[in-house]
């Protein structure tokens, strides 16, 4: 039970960052403008949301391993990741260009997320 109370925790923490990031700093949503940021070595980190396309999901793996960007697992839907940007469409993915105020990086650097 401890590890699934953990887990929410984990995972609360990663919403509650990604919306100070969103508020505070700057993001690239969507697969498409993800991982042509990517391609161009923008970004700091990558959120990836758990039911991502399969082929996208395989490609900006790919391309963050290449240019060593750090991905963290959104364990929600895109819908739940749009919903936490604020926005009323699904979001399979985002870059984060800026963390702005957000705790994001450290959770990213200890690999919590």
Known sequence: ???????S???AAL??????CTESGEIVMGARESM???RHGKGQVLVLAANAPADN???VRRYC???SLPIVEFAGTSMELGSICGKPFPVSMLLVL???NS???????????
């Open 1 to 7: 039970m401890a590890t699934k109370s953990t887990a």
């Open 9 to 11: 925790t984990d995972s």
């Open 103 to 113: 705790s994001i990086m450290e959770m990213a650097k200890k690999g919590k997320a």
């Open 98 to 100: 800026d963390a702005g």
């Open 57 to 59: 999901a395989s490609d």
């Open 65 to 67: 391993a290449l240019s």
């Open 15 to 20: 919403a509650k960052a990604i919306r100070m």
């Open 36 to 38: 042509q940021s990517v």
